[in-house]
């Protein structure tokens, strides 16, 4: 069930609702079947869930591409490449058509001067290595910037079909096949025995290795458990639901968090660095969590 949005949407007008006349005609353009979503939604929400679901026509395709290069001597690598490059070209030319003066900062391609007002933030493939290996666990990110702050985020799961979404100010909800804008909450665990916590840990070449092993192993001593799944994006997603009491990681760049970031605070969370200074986007570590734990996981990973 959907709970009412705390309050109606400002910015953008006018409101929309994905799946209804006159917006969209039976089915999203290129996306999964038409949900009828009970939350209202921006102008802005929905150009960007449609680009989202034209971009992960293509991913889905090359994931079971993929699946059979598996087994080829050369593997599957290069083809991988091309398959983010050619997602967020579909992601640049799907938003450009309506919102032709925003820019667009994105993984693969960088940056796109627009107005100098509005920015698409974007990572086309958050999860490549999980891709790469035939895992179903990855998703696209993208968010809106609007004069320096995140005013929009969606990160889109196309293998489960989970559609994680929120707007600044109007909270944050996901879509399933199974349910429709069900609105988002962070857990509301505070003992840290019983709290699930999700990080990223840095592979070859990357990263402070011991230091990093020294913060894992604290955590892992006082928790429940910790999981490494290789999508930062889904990871602050599953904060924002409450699947993760909280989640930490090194230096994720801006496209990996900009929509999650937005996601985790619309329903209820935290989001800083892990000394619990304010968290700027890119900056070299982050910690999302519910305001219970906040405290508690702060002083494990000082
Ligand atoms: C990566 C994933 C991973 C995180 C890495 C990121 P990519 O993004 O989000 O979970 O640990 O630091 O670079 O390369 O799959 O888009
Ligand atoms: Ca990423
Ligand atoms: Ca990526």
């Known amino acids: 069930m959907a709970f009412p949005p705390r309050d109606r949407p400002s910015r953008e007008q006018p ?3 994905i799946g209804r006349a006159p917006m969209t005609t039976g089915r999203e353009r290129s996306g999964p079947a038409e949900r009828k979503s009970l939350a209202p939604r921006s102008a802005t929400i929905t150009i960007m869930i449609r680009a989202a679901f034209a971009a992960a026509k293509g991913l889905k395709r090359d994931f079971g591409e993929v699946e059979h290069l598996q087994v080829s001597a050369k593997g599957p690598a290069d083809f991988v490449s091309r398959a983010d490059i050619m997602a ?11 919102r032709p003066e925003y820019g667009f900062f994105g993984e693969e391609g960088g940056e796109t001067k627009g107005d100098g007002r509005n920015r698409w933030i974007a990572d086309p493939l958050d999860g490549t290595t999980n891709f790469l290996h035939g895992v179903p666990h990855f998703a696209i990110s993208l968010a ?27 909270g944050a909800f996901i879509d399933t096949p199974n349910a429709r804008s069900r609105r988002l909450r962070v857990s509301a665990r505070k003992e840290m025995n019983q709290a699930l916590v999700g990080t990223g840990i840095p592979q070859k070449g990357r990263g402070d290795h011991p230091a990093y092993l020294k913060k894992l192993e604290v955590v892992m001593g006082q928790t429940a458990g910790v999981r490494r799944w290789g999508a930062a ?22 496209w ?3 929509a999650g970031n937005l996601l985790v605070q619309e329903a209820g969370g935290l989001v800083t660095d892990i000394a619990g200074q304010p968290y700027a986007l890119g900056g070299p570590s982050i910690l999302a969590c519910n305001t219970g734990l906040r405290d508690q996981i702060i002083g494990v990973l000082a």
Do not use: C, M
Not at 88 to 98: D, F, G, M, P, Q
Not at 242 to 249: I, M, V
């Open 144 to 170: 809106l910037e609007r004069e320096g702050e995140i005013i929009a985020g969606i990160v889109y799961q196309p293998i489960s079909d989970e559609l994680f979404w929120a707007e600044k100010g109007n």
């Open 15 to 17: 409101v929309a609702r």
């Open 233 to 254: 994006a889904l990871d602050l997603a599953f904060v924002a639901a409450g699947r993760y009491d909280a989640f930490f990681e090194f230096g994720l760049a801006p």
């Open 256 to 258: 990996d968090v900009a």
């Open 88 to 98: 967020e070209k579909v992601l640049r030319s799907e938003l450009a058509r309506t």
